[in-house]
T-cell receptor
Framework: DAGITQSPRHKVTETGTPVTLRCHQT?????MYWYRQDPGHGLRLIHYSYGVKDTDKGEVSDGYSVSRSKTEDFLLTLESATSSQTSVYFCAISDGSGSGNQPQHFGDGTRLSIL | GQNIDQPTEMTATEGAIVQINCTYQ??????LFWYQQHAGEAPTFLSY????GLEEKGRFSSFLSRSKGYSYLLLKELQMKDSASYLCAVRTGGSYIPTFGRGTSLIVHP
């Protein structure tokens, strides 16, 4: 299994508080991604990174920011959490530039509840 | 953008064969992935197709027709542990990031 660790695995917090989720990899893969998964919507890309300090927005980036100061760590921050951000968050990693069959490998997810 | 369609739910009997379809509308197709996701767990990679035809991997096979914008995942000799969601993801040439369909929940019953 790919070495991906997400922390925390579960979190309950209140509306308006800041939340940071961490993704740590030991595979030295260049690409890292944050997804959220909600019933009826499948996996939706929030932000992704193609190298240290290189990040870009996905389709549902509003209300989220990311940082990648080291190859192995990709942080997702909710500056002021809202109830609509209650979801399961998955981190993924991949190697290669998009050609070939390099799949994404996913972490175990973080279940975030915002009350 | 991309439009990826999968059936929401399917049921099948243990020991049988099931085919899960995925249709997509996209430009610059550059690969299709299938993932399996058990409830409460992470998606795991099953197969990849970029050329037309069938890719076989044990009990699982995946087929692609680029001209029809169509793929299917074929599961043979179904086992109870195959009950899971199956996610189709399509990648276009302009991006290395695949877009996921909403997934098909497969229920295998005795």
């Amino acid at each position: 299994d790919a070495g991906i660790t997400q922390s925390p695995r579960h979190k309950v917090t209140e509306t308006g508080t800041p939340v940071t989720l961490r993704c740590h990899q030991t595979e030295n893969h260049r690409y890292m991604y944050w997804y959220r998964q909600d019933p009826g919507h499948g996996l939706r890309l929030i932000h992704y990174s193609y190298g240290v300090k290189d990040t870009d927005k996905g389709e549902v980036s509003d209300g989220y920011s990311v940082s990648r100061s080291k190859t192995e760590d990709f942080l997702l921050t909710l500056e002021s959490a809202t109830s609509s951000q209650t979801s399961v968050y998955f981190c993924a990693i991949s190697d290669g530039s998009g050609s070939g069959n390099q799949p994404q490998h996913f972490g175990d997810g973080t279940r975030l509840s915002i009350l | 953008g991309q439009n990826i369609d999968q059936p929401t739910e399917m049921t099948a009997t243990e020991g049988a064969i099931v085919q899960i379809n995925c249709t997509y509308q996209t430009s610059g197709f550059n690969g299709l992935f299938w993932y399996q996701q058990h409830a409460g767990e992470a998606p795991t990679f099953l197969s990849y197709n970029v050329l037309d035809g069938l890719e076989e991997k044990g009990r699982f096979s995946s087929f692609l027709s680029r001209s029809k914008g169509y793929s299917y995942l074929l599961l043979k000799e179904l086992q109870m542990k195959d009950s899971a969601s199956y996610l189709c993801a399509v990648r276009t040439g302009g991006s290395y990031i695949p877009t996921f369909g909403r997934g098909t929940s497969l229920i295998v019953h005795p």
